[in-house]
T-cell receptor, first 111, second 113 residues
Framework: EDQVTQSPEALRLQEGESSSLNCSYT??????LFWYRQDPGKGPEFLFT???AGEEKEKERLKATLTKKESFLHITAPKPEDSATYLC????????????FGKGTSLLVTP | DGGITQSPKYLFRKEGQNVTLSCEQN?????MYWYRQDPGQGLRLIYY???????QKGDIAEGYSVSREKKESFPLTVTSAQKNPTAFYLC????????????FGQGTRLTVV
């Protein structure tokens, strides 16, 4: 059973066109929700951790929010260098709390 | 600089051959993990270790083996029993195995030739 579902699978934006990526999860007793950025051929880079509903974190043009069932990664006025795959993950109690990842959203920002 | 080092970056394996991927961290993290990434599949957990001399199977452990003899090292062996080993392998570590953020190495791309 999938614990983490991300949508859309792919998103193409014009530079400056704001949008949001979605991550829905189905775990009980959430021990945090994690967002990562991954560039092609590289390891994921940690962005944010959210622990409770209503929490928000910001970094440059990115803002992550959390509700009881989903998280959003809002991208404001994106630039081409924001192009990457964005991954979200939750700890899996059945695997010693190793992170269980969604399949990611591939974002392309065109000039 | 603290971090996680994976080597080699690229690895080629012949059919029937065992190969070992290296993962070293100098972050003093207790927990270490191996993931496999295939196109369209996301990251899948192979093995994890919460403490030295202890490790557990993840979702796709068949055909792989690991050891954790030192806190800073968690090598992964891809054995000949792994029928489809071509993939991108990622090692990660976390200061606390009970649900803290994990930090990743730069990955090893393994190709069967």
């Amino acid at each position: 059973e999938d614990q983490v579902t991300q949508s859309p699978e792919a998103l193409r934006l014009q530079e400056g066109e704001s949008s949001s990526l979605n991550c829905s999860y189905t775990v009980s007793g959430l021990r945090g929700l994690f967002w990562y950025r991954q560039d092609p051929g590289k390891g994921p880079e940690f962005l944010f951790t959210l622990y409770s509903a209503g929490e928000e974190k910001e970094k440059e043009r990115l803002k992550a929010t959390l509700t009881k069932k989903e998280s959003f990664l809002h991208i404001t006025a994106p630039k081409p260098e924001d192009s990457a795959t964005y991954l979200c993950a939750v700890p899996d109690a059945n695997s010693g709390y190793a992170l269980n990842f969604g399949k990611g959203t591939s974002l392309l920002v065109t000039p | 600089d603290g971090g996680i080092t994976q080597s080699p970056k690229y690895l080629f394996r012949k059919e029937g051959q065992n190969v070992t991927l290296s993962c070293e961290q100098n972050l003093n993290h207790d927990a270490m993990y191996w993931y496999r990434q295939d196109p369209g599949q996301g990251l899948r957990l192979i093995y994890y270790s919460q403490i030295v001399n202890d490790f557990q199977k993840g979702d796709i452990a068949e055909g792989y083996s690991v050891s954790r003899e030192k806190k800073e090292s968690f090598p992964l062996t891809v054995t000949s029993a792994q029928k489809n080993p071509t993939a991108f392998y990622l090692c990660a570590s976390s200061i606390d195995p009970r649900g803290m953020e994990a930090f990743f190495g730069q990955g090893t791309r393994l190709t069967v030739v």
